[in-house]
Every structure is written in structure tokens, then in C-alpha cells.
């Protein structure tokens, strides 16, 4: 007994230093358990996360996460050097921002409100359009946007390569020199996918502990099973479909029109739609929708309730009227806002780098 | 003795007054992890949602293509049942007794993207040994054995505009199903309303093709050609071929929100003489002498919270050749129902309703009026996926007859299982 006690010391002490790694030549590779995402097995049941699928092209390593950690938090990424990919998707916030929509450089507003990076590495596509096929893709496009970082690809590049310790960095993550943008984007989408919840009260209800929802959590969790008809989009482990939905919602915000999907596909059928956000952590980050026009939780579903925004001639089918109640409401809001928010320290606590610990 | 027959008697229509077993199909349920809500008001009754994807193959709207076929699901087998025990009560005297109402087998699901099937099996309940003392020679099982549904769906051939099934299915046009009715012992009584020389039974399952649509500006239609006869063999050479429209009025799809009216009509051929000379591999034999009837109909479902009011009124005029009761003037005859449920409680556990049948046939036959009173009371006992117990109390006081009629009360309670 003694000596299984002694095991498991060392192993504790142990396991977080070979986790880090942190400034050894040789990287710790971690585990790459899938590439496939969710999403392509079809509809299925709200529950447990699995393994972020990554992709083989990009394996994660403790280094490289390290690496992309501290990139998202350095504002030098931004053309005048006061944005980071934190501004807008802040730990703190859910790891979005208090919105309605986001801030870029020069106090300029966006038009959307910025999507979660928790969870963000089980969206088949990324962005409320989904115009980027994965983290990676979906990183460059803050950098260039001319009313969020306002930089260029080759600015940023230039800008890190004239950074000798990042350039010690990326070269023992990447094994090359110069750095270039494709590296990038690939720390920081590897950091992206370290930022996963798994232990919300709704997890470990599903991994069996009965007693982790209340009885009014478990009624909105039915409601949300059912008549609610929530999981008719937000199904699976990451409470999303992945898909894009037009729920009807009024536009506000900077933009008078926002055309959604559709700038993508240029398919009517996409006019006004917007991708499935996940449920997960939705508590943390108010305001709701593509345009944060939503400011409770309680207004989200009434929005629901009354079979979505205007008379959309697009409105998704999946919108009708739900006849909710009063308690109905109140069960469905208790359990996407007390049972799905995470407690996972090491996601919800990330502090931000402060700048004298950024590479010079 | 007599007074024993006669309650024998009375036990056995009451049988007969046991409508088809409705059904809901929790297969699909299991297939998503959803509850029973997610598709019915409560089940068996569709709402908007259920509407929606049966109207779609089977498939959520938008996931077509991505949805698990059958072969990546558990077995999508479901099972449904009510038993319980009946009082009826006529003019000839009281029985009562336990009873299995119906059962359902039910196997349903994708096969590919948009190509779906429905089969639904009800078993003979009865053991046939049981009947030795039936009045109809041992030939009177609570529900004889059918395939009720056997059919097979392709769904957006023309993005919603076209679908089609084909088999043995329910028809469009009966838009307030009597197979996923809250009521289990009271048919929509004008469904069930036989003519006189007329195989043909609205409430019926028919075999055959039909095409349905629906549109964003909430129009529906449901096109069909049929044999007309349910689940026997054709006999006349003639198909029968009927229409439904329906628009939607507001968000919804009537069936739990929004207001829906539609219109529809059946028009069909009976043969005259049957059977012919030839006899099909396939068992129909040539009945001739075919001659017409139709039946002409509008529904009206209106929505406001959870109450829910449907009424449908129907008339039917049955060619004078197939009226043998008065061979020189055409049958007519119409009816209809007023239906209202309301759904209570958390995830609508608890639902009341209350139903006025009616039918009026020609007054030389007015013997068979009927008008029929009920209600019922349906608390269903937990927010399951995929399986659900509904605690289940009827009561039906209906008179059949305008002169001297005959008057009968059937109080049911049962539990009404699903899985």
C-alpha cells in the first residue's frame, strides 16, 4: 500500500512537468486520438465530448500549444498593437467578448459578435458563415481584417521574425527558419483545441452522477430533449449541428443587412443563415445571436418560443412556435445556463500572458 | 341466459367499437436521443415539428444526406400498446372487462438520403382457440392481423415540391390522423361511417402511389392514386384517385401552432359485380360494373398556446348503383367532427380533450345517425427518450339513431405504453 502511494506521488509530480515540456528540445507529443468530427456521423445525442479530432497535418504538441498560447494573447499580431485574439474571445467571457458585437483596432465595430473559442475545434466550419474549413484557416482571418487586427499576413510574419525569441521558438516547434504565417495559424489553432469543457454538471450527470442536476435542470434538460425542440439543432457532444439556420432574427448592430451563408454559397437558400452556435458555456457569454441582439438567455428562448424573429420568407423550418410556459422557460434557462457551464479550471481561469512574459 | 347472451353480445361489439391502434415511433426517438415531445404534442399526436419530418422522409429538415441510415442504428423497431379495462353499457344491459386495445410493431427509418420506409405490423391480439364461443365461428379477434403500413418514401425528388410514397399508406388527406389520435375507443366516427354497397373506408390505410408537397408560403397538397379497398385485394379495374390542399396561415405548420384550413376530395369506383372470370397471381379478381363515389371535405386546426381546435366536415355521395337500400337515388350522406386538446403541465405531460362526433346519412337510413360525446384525460408518466407511459381515461356517451335510438356509454381506462 505504501509503495502504491509512493507511485502515485511520483506520478503527480511527474506527469505536469512532462506535460509542459516547456523549453526542451525534445517535444512532447500529445496524443492525437481522432480526425473525425462529429459532425459527419449525422444527428445524434446530446452528451460527453470526445477526443478534439485533429488534423494530421497539424499534430499537437506541448510546445506547439505553448507556442499559439502565447500568441493569442500578443497584441503585436495587430497592426497598431493593441489587439489580440484575446480582445474578443476573452477567457474571461466565455471566451467571447461583452459585445453586442466586437471591438478592433481604433474602437472600430465589427458586425458579428465573436464566436466562442471554447469547443471552437469540433465545428466542422468556423465563423458565423462558416467561410474557414478549420482553426487554422479561421486564424488568418482576424489578422487581415481591416476592422479587427487591420494587419497583413505579411506584416505579422515580418513582424515575428524580427522577434528573436519567438523566432527560437517556432524553430524548435517547427524545426525551420523563418517563420512563416502557415505556422502560425497552426500554433495557435493547436492552443485553440487545448480549449475544451468536459465537466459541466450536465457531463457529469451523463457519466452518472444523478445527483450533479437538480430537479429543475433535469426538466429543462427534457425540455431541451423535447418539446423545446432545441437538440433539432444544437445536437451532439458539442450542442451544435454545425450547420447554418435562419432563425428569422431582426438585424441590428453596424450592419443593416447581414447575409450569413449566403455571401458563401451564393444559395438562396442560405440567405440569413447562420451557423449553430454550441450551448455549452452559454451562461458565461451574453449577449446571444450573430448580433448579440439577444441580451438574456430568457430573451433567447422567448425568441424561440414566439417561432423565431420577423416572417423571414427564408426562416428555417425547424422554427415554429413552441407553447412554452412560464416554468418551462424558467427549466429550459436553468439548465443551459447553470448545467452546461463548465468547471474546468484550466479553461475557464486562463489568465492572459502578460506582455514582459511574451517572447522579445 | 338470455340476459347472458346478450351481454355477451354487447362485450363482443364492444370489441368491434375498438378503432385501429394509433401509433408513434420512438424508433426515431432512440435513433436522436430525443424525448417523445421533440415529435408529438404527445404522443401519438404529431405537432409541428413531427409534422415537419414526417413530411420530410423521416428526416430532420436541413440533414438530409446526413442522417444515420438504419444500418448505423439500433435496430428501429418500436413497439406500441394499450390495455386496460372497459365498462360499456347500452339499452341491453352492462359488461365489462380487461382488454389489450391494440398492438403495433412498428420498424421505420433512412435507408439513404432521402429514401425512407414505414412498416407497421398489428398482430391478431386474441388467441384463436378463445373465440370457440363467438357468435361469427370463432372469426372475431379483438384486432386482426394487417400490415397496416408498408411503404416506402422518396423524399425532395423536387426539393419539397415533390415526394413520393408508395405502398400501403396513410392518405393525405386525412390530415387529423385517426391513427395518431388521443382518442383510443372513440374513432373519428365519420371516418369509420360504411355506405351501403362500398368497400371503401375512409379511415383506411390505402395501397397505392402519392405525391405530397409543401412550400415556404405554408402551402401543402397531397396527390394520390389508389386502389381504394385498404388492405384487401382490387377488384375493379377502375383506381380511385383523391386530392387534398392545405395552406398554413403564421408560423407553424397547424399542428400545434399556426392556423391550417385545407380542402379534399375522393373520387373512387366501386364494382357492381363481383367477382369476374380472372383471377390475378396476385389475387384480385376482375369486379365489374364499376360505378362511382366521391367525398368532398374541409378541415380547419386552430391554434392558441397549447389548445389546439379541429374540426373537419365531410360529405359523401355514393353512385345509386351502389345504393342497394333506395336503388333509385344516389347515397348521401355527411358528418364530421369537433375535436379540442389542450396540453398542460411541464413538457406537456398531462393532456384533456373533448370530441363531438356526428354523422348524417340519408333519412331512409337514419337508423345509423350517430352523435357521439367524449372526452378523455392522458397524463403521461416521465420526459423519457424514446419510450413513454401514458395513464389513459375515456369516456364516450354516443347515440346511434334518430327515432328511438340506441343509446351507449363506454368509460376505458388503460395504460398506454410506447417503445
Redo the contacts between chains.
Sequence with gaps: MKRAKYFLMLAVLIAPSSLIAQGSPKQQVLPNITTINV?????????NLPPVPVPPDNPQTSMKVQLGKQLYFDTRLSKDNTVSCQTCHDPAMGWSDAGPTSTGIHGQKGPRRAPPVSNAAYNPLQFWDGRAASLEEQAEGPMQNPVEMGNTLDNVVETLNGIPGYVEEFKQVFGTTPITIAQVVQAIAAFERTVVTTDSPFDRYIRGDRKALTPLEK?GM??F???G?C??CH?GPDFS?G?F?NLGVVQTGPSKVDNGRYDVTHNPADMGAFKTPTVRDAGLRPPYMHDGSEKTLETVVDLYN???GD?D???????????L?K??VK?LVAFMRVALTSNNPEVAHVKPIPVSELPK | MKKLYVLILAFIALSFLVPETAHAIPAFAR????????CHTAFPKL???GQ?FRDNGYQ????EG???NVF?IPPPISMRTPVGFSVYDSKQGATSGFNVYGLDLLAAGVLHKNISFLLIYTPRIDEPAGDYAGPNNGANPSQLGSMESANIVFSNIVQNALNLRIGRFEPAYQVFSSHRSFYIMEPYEVYTFTTPANSYLFSDNQMGVEATGHF?SGFKYGLGVVNGNGGNPDNSNYKDVYLNLVQIIG???GQ???QRIGVFGYYGWQPTVLPGSVVAPTGETNGSGNKPFYKLGGDVSLNW??LNLEVLVMGGNDDKALNTLDPTKDYRYSGGFVELDW?AL???RLIASVLYNWVTPPSYDNGRSINAYSALVRYYLG?W?AFNVALHGEYTYREIGTTNPTKDNLFTVLVDFDF
Design positions: 459532425h459527419s456521423l449525422g444527428p445524434q445525442r446530446i452528451g426538466q427534457a425540455i430533449n423535447g418539446k425542440h437538440t433539432a445536437w449541428d450547420r439556420h414566439r417561432g423565431g416572417d420568407p427564408n426562416l428555417d423550418p425547424l422554427i415554429v412556435p413552441l407553447g410556459s416554468e418551462e427549466a | 435513433k436522436y436521443g430525443f424525448t417523445c415531445t421533440m405537432n409541428d415539428f415537419r430532420i429538415p436541413g440533414q446526413y442522417e444515420k448505423e415556404k408560423k407553424g405548420d400545434s401552432a399556426g398556446s397549447t396540453a411541464m413538457n406537456n420526459d427518450t
